[in-house]
């Protein structure tokens, strides 16, 4: 059975950090392409950041480069998200999603296309 589970969410004052970890389970994600999406109060899914399945691309939403850097280690099944200088509005549920894509070069931020999701985590970034 596979298992996707979120960890690292919290209480933060702006400015903070905080540092998410995605433990995947029951099958080897070393093949996947992972993301991080977040969901606020409201608002739609959107993409935060994702790494191809080697580990040689990243790609950020506007709304986040320079302050999160996503990284993964496929011997450990594992991605992390390091979150610098937040913001409020970074204030979301954070979930982290496995795809089946093995191209070196390509990165989606269609949530469709990323077949396995943890349950969520809570951001909350106070002003």
């Known amino acids: 059975q596979v298992q996707v589970v979120e960890s690292g969410g919290g209480l933060v004052q702006a400015g903070g950090s905080l540092r998410l970890s995605c433990a995947a389970s029951g099958r080897t994600f070393s093949r996947y392409a992972r993301g991080w999406f977040r969901q606020a109060p409201g608002k739609e899914r959107e993409f935060v950041a994702g790494i191809t399945w080697n580990g040689g691309n990243t790609l950020y939403a506007d709304s986040v480069k320079g302050r999160f850097t996503i990284s993964r280690d496929n011997a450990k099944n594992t991605v992390d998200l390091q979150m610098n200088s937040l913001k409020p509005e970074d204030t979301a549920v954070y979930y982290c999603?496995?795809?089946?894509?093995?191209?070196?070069?390509?990165?989606?931020?269609?949530?469709?296309?990323?077949?396995?999701w943890g349950q969520g985590t809570q951001v909350t970034v106070s002003s």
């Open positions: 999603a496995a795809a089946h894509i093995f191209y070196t070069n390509y990165i989606s931020t269609d949530r469709n296309e990323y077949e396995y």
